[in-house]
């Protein structure tokens, strides 16, 4: 199966601030996505980043805010802009499994826990 | 998608069978089920999916109702491992091609 990992798996920043966060596949892929958990919540889906296009936000969160990157097929960047505390989450990408499983399932990386002050 | 509704949260015995239920009443006929768990601390992980039949793999059983409108996942000998958060979703493509809508989802707690 798909070998994910996220870049960092956790980090305390101040308001105001800016963190990227790097999600790492070990194969190439179409589809990579970005999620959002906030404390004691389910899963909210960010956006999708296809590689050579723009990324697709879903309602409720903008690319001023979240911008993505996706400079090839193996590696995708979120970046949280301008953190309040309200930010505070764990942010998973996750990838379509085609390469790995007819299935049609996606994999997920093990997320990157931020904390706002 | 489908809207899908879960009960809170459940107990099983260790080394039972543990019965997750699962409503989808509005599902369409070329939409399917898929499950996923996440462990505390980790990414959800992919257990099984089904779209009219009965599937079984290493992970699961899942059951589907004959009018789809209902599912039940089934761990046959739960273990302490299995205590997670399980996620019912009713999707066109799997997650793969799109992104997945999470519900609330089911916390099992495997009791020894």
């Known amino acids: 199966s798909a070998v994910i990992s996220q870049k960092p798996s956790r980090d305390i920043c101040q308001r105001g601030t800016s963190l990227t966060i790097q999600c790492q596949v070990d194969s190439q892929v179409t589809m990579m996505f970005w999620y959002r958990q906030q404390p004691g919540q389910s899963l909210t889906l960010i956006a999708t980043?296809?590689?050579?296009?723009?990324?697709?936000?879903e309602s409720g969160f903008v690319i001023d805010k979240f911008p993505i990157s996706r400079p090839n097929l193996t590696f995708s960047t979120l970046t949280v802009s301008n953190m309040s505390p309200e930010d505070s989450s764990i942010y998973l990408c996750?990838?379509?499994?085609?390469?790995?499983?007819?299935?049609?399932?996606?994999?997920f990386g093990p997320g990157t826990r931020l904390t706002v002050l | 998608d489908a809207k899908t509704t879960q009960p809170p949260s459940m107990d099983c015995a260790e080394g039972r069978a543990a019965n997750l239920p699962c409503n989808h009443s509005?599902?369409?006929?070329?939409?399917?089920v898929y499950w996923y768990r996440q462990i505390h601390s980790q990414g959800p992980q992919y257990i099984i999916h089904?779209?009219?039949n009965n599937e079984t793999n290493e992970m699961a059983s899942l059951i589907i109702t004959e009018d789809r409108k209902s599912s039940t996942l089934i761990l046959p000998h739960a273990t302490l491992r299995d205590t997670a958060v399980y996620y019912c979703?009713?999707?066109?493509?799997?997650?793969?091609?799109?992104?997945?809508?999470f519900g609330k989802g089911t916390h099992l707690i495997i009791q020894p």
């Open positions: 996750s990838v379509d499994g085609q390469p790995w499983s007819s299935y049609n399932e996606q994999f």
């Open positions: 979703i009713v999707t066109y493509s799997g997650g793969g091609a799109d992104g997945l809508t």
């Open positions: 980043a296809n590689q050579g296009s723009e990324a697709t936000y």
């Open positions: 509005t599902i369409s006929g070329n939409e399917y």
């Open positions: 089904g779209l009219k």
